[in-house]
């Protein structure tokens, strides 16, 4: 196809609320060696972005200052050394930048083919969730079939993520959530039991369900708020693995006799700064693992809101508010705007 001098994309006016956001014209992305231009048909939204928007989160030196992580539509451009893909090929995959636009260029180690029967709407749903999910969940904690893990936030995109990948591999399921609604759809997902954190004590709780000994993984975004009650929630051996910090990242004056007495471990990681090579290995996991899986329909990305490209305000207030139960998707294609 003849490519466009210029495209859509989405540019931040400054820092600071999503009113800062706007639609503007520019050149498009150039392709280096080893990377793919995609012709973004959708563009999965997410905290990091929000966090960029805010100034919180700066995008690393080599990466586009443009906001967007994952991204889903059609090969149009093939840099230098590409093997992988073909142009017209369809594809989703996880940008280091740069998502929030009608052309993106990826890393080939990032992309995957989008899944039999998805439409570029569901296949932008997918890379940033899965690919966090799988990398700290099961290659870093090592959850495996018969052991039992607590997900907070398990309506968010990365909790209804977490959800499925672990009862699809054996897991019995603990799962936070904020309401009665999200504590019903997280069972629907396969939780075991889904705990109101607003009435209930998560702790409590747990040390109920497993009759003391506590769950072998903790996945948590809360951070320095639910640290020690984390800490306790573990059995002997577990793993605390902690993807963000919604609740602070500093927590002061934390018993630490508990991880060396129960011989705990405690990981911590983000996806933007991960090598190439490091991101190319949970993409090639994902590809052997999980993406049979989501084409003979054992799991499912969950979507909240589909919203046209030019209502990104609309979607960043939406990610804000925390009412949402799964993923917000910005299309750029007319005919998929959807709720």
Known sequence: MTLPATMRMI????????????????????????????????????????????????????????????????????????????????????????????????????????PKGYDAVRAAALPETFFTVWANLFQMAGLTEGESVLIHGGSSGIGTTAIQLARAFGADVFTTAGSAEKCEACLRLGAKRAINYRDEDFLAVIKAETEGRGVDIVLDMIGAAYFEKNIAALAKDGCLSIIAFLGGAVAEKVNLGPIMMKRLTVTGSTMRPRTADEKRAIRDDLKDHVWPRLEKGDIAPVIHHVLPFAEVGNAHRLMEESGHIGKIVLTLDEGQQSA
Do not use: W
């Open 11 to 114: 540019e931040l006016a400054g820092y600071g609320g999503p009113e800062v956001m706007r639609v503007v014209a520019a050149p498009l992305p150039v392709v280096r060696p080893g990377e793919v231009l995609v012709r973004v048909e959708a563009a999965g939204v997410n905290r990091p972005d929000v966090a960029q928007r805010q100034g919180t989160y700066p995008p690393p030196k080599d990466a586009s200052p443009v906001l967007g992580l994952e991204v889903a539509g059609e090969v149009v451009a093939l840099g230098e050394g590409v093997n992988d893909f073909v142009v017209g090929d369809r594809v989703c995959g996880l940008a280091n930048g740069g998502g929030y636009a009608e052309f993106c260029a990826v890393p080939e180690g990032q992309l995957l083919p989008m």
